[in-house]
């Protein structure tokens, strides 16, 4: 009912800053919470961040540094990330879902985007 294409990733040196778009069809974003989460090489996917009605949830490790917001004039979530670390790379994933129970579970998500790749260089 939802697609999700993501853009923005690519190579950065370590303290730079890259936004990852996810540009929605089919349904609005504004009726799903928005979740991203990332993929390291021989990792498992994990929670980065998610917005659910106004209410914003990050795992600790980009906390003031990454911000999720939407805008829902253009369908569109993004993901701001600041001061990159070499630990930040991974494939970045945007996700849409209901928002219950919680909003950190990657089971929890009902659609995905195809990911895109952050490299941070040191």
């Known amino acids: 009912q939802v697609q999700l294409v993501e853009s923005g990733g690519g190579l950065v040196q370590a303290g730079g800053s890259l936004r990852l778009s996810c540009a929605a069809s089919?349904?609005?974003?504004?009726?799903?919470?928005m979740g991203w989460f990332r993929q390291a090489s021989g990792k498992e996917r994990e929670f980065v961040a998610a917005?659910?009605?106004?209410?914003?949830t990050y795992t600790d490790s980009v906390k003031g540094r990454f911000t999720i917001s939407r805008d829902n004039a253009k369908n569109t979530v993004y993901l701001q990330m600041n001061s990159l670390k070499p630990e930040d790379t991974a494939v970045y994933y945007c996700?849409?879902?209901?928002?219950?129970?919680?909003?950190?579970?990657?089971?929890?998500?009902?659609?995905w985007g195809q990911g895109t790749q952050v490299t941070v260089s040191s």
């Open positions: 089919g349904r609005s974003v504004s009726s799903y919470t």
């Open positions: 917005t659910r009605w106004t209410r914003t």
């Open positions: 996700a849409a879902g209901p928002g219950w129970p919680e909003v950190t579970g990657r089971a929890l998500y009902d659609y």
